[in-house]
């Protein structure tokens, strides 16, 4: 069985799923009414404990969970496995609380993780016996070493998950760069030598149609460019995030301004952004929709980019321009708005839009300090 036992710990990955599974597979083993098992947390006490034997409607009636005092902390304090044959009768227990039922036999071992005790397992009322015999307490030693290696596994599993999830927003951002770059360097320069030509054919002639022809082809390269640029300011990556984020949110105001040709002026007050530091990849996102929203659709010629805290206790993001504005009562949230409201509200917070026909437009995302 115990061989079973650490094939079916290895095949877990989830700690929580292991933490089930070793006291399923404890009280099995040992043949023990109730199981307990103590997670420890990082002041060396009880900080979560998972029962089986014990119903809800017990455990409600019990209160609160243990903590780590009497013969559960005697475990926590000295990692070697303990049994005892009437654990009331030891004069280290402090005796149970009301509605409590009653436990004698008692089983304890430390399950340790990376070289550290991670819990302790709680075992009691041994069936069909008075007490809990040597065999029982060389079992447990065996499982918990098997839980403490799935559980470092498990960890690790966790570690690596995050690390190839960082790995690949990495590639992902880089392979944007490089896209970005490419068409700045490549595509906008050769339009630009087309735009050149065309303008040079068009003062070269005497034909005012044809001049004219080659005018309005000059006009329509000078809005792609215009719209290529807007779509590389979307595709640069929000590796500004990992920099202060006033810095990261005037540098990114500063390639708006250049990429879209709308003045565009960051305020950011640096106690509020450093309210919301552990946020910086989230605002600054937040951010660059919004600078991508005017861009794209307000004609603007001057843009502002806020950061403050408001009088409520709470940061608004604001985005503001001075262009053609729109109806709100009658225009839908496009693809930009809606995942802008998205992340606002990922971030538990608001999106409030202020704008009107002719007189420009106003996003204040407020988020929660």
Do not use: W
Request: glycine letters at 10%.
């Amino acid at each position: 069985m115990l061989i079973e036992s650490g094939l079916t710990l290895a095949a877990e990955i989830e700690i929580d799923a292991i933490l089930e599974r070793i006291l399923e597979l404890a009280t099995r083993i040992t043949g023990a009414r109730y199981g307990a098992l103590g997670v420890l947390g990082d002041d060396r006490r009880i900080a979560r404990f998972i029962t089986v034997g014990v119903t809800a409607e017990q455990r409600a009636a019990i209160g609160d969970p243990p903590t780590g005092g009497g013969i559960l902390g005697v475990l926590i304090h000295d990692a070697h496995p303990l049994r005892l044959d009437d654990l009331s009768q030891d004069p280290r227990s402090v005796g149970f609380p009301p509605n409590h039922p009653p436990m004698r036999s008692f089983l304890g071992a430390p399950v340790k993780a990376r070289g550290t005790v991670f819990g302790n397992l709680y075992l009691t009322e041994k069936q069909g016996a008075d007490a809990f015999d040597a065999d029982d307490e060389a079992a447990i030693e065996v499982l918990a070493t098997q839980a403490g290696v799935a559980i470092e596994n498990a960890r690790l599993y966790e570690e690596m998950a995050v690390a190839e999830g960082e790995l690949r927003r990495l590639e992902v951002l880089e392979e944007r760069e490089r896209i970005a770059k490419e068409l700045h360097d490549g595509v906008i320069q050769a339009l630009f030598a087309v735009v050149m030509a065309l303008q040079g054919a068009a003062s070269g002639t005497n034909d005012p149609v044809l001049a004219r022809r080659l005018e309005d082809a000059t006009d329509d390269i000078d809005r792609t460019i215009r719209d290529l640029r807007n779509y590389i300011f979307g595709l640069r990556p929000g590796i500004l995030a990992d920099r202060q984020l006033d810095q990261a949110i005037r540098e990114l105001c500063a390639d708006f301004e250049r990429d879209s040709g709308v003045v565009t002026v960051a305020d950011v007050d640096p106690h509020a952004a450093a309210a919301l530091a552990s946020r910086a990849g989230d605002v600054i996102q937040i951010v660059r929709a919004s600078l991508a929203n005017v861009g794209r659709h307000a004609q603007a010629t001057t843009c502002r980019v806020s950061v403050r805290t408001d009088p409520g206790g709470t940061i608004g993001v604001v985005v503001d321009d001075d262009g053609v504005g729109f109806d709100t009562a009658a225009r839908t949230d496009g693809m930009g708005l809606a995942n802008l409201r998205a992340r606002a509200e990922a971030l538990r917070g608001t999106v409030t839009i202020d704008a009107a026909l002719g007189d420009g437009s106003t996003v204040t995302v407020t988020l929660p300090a």
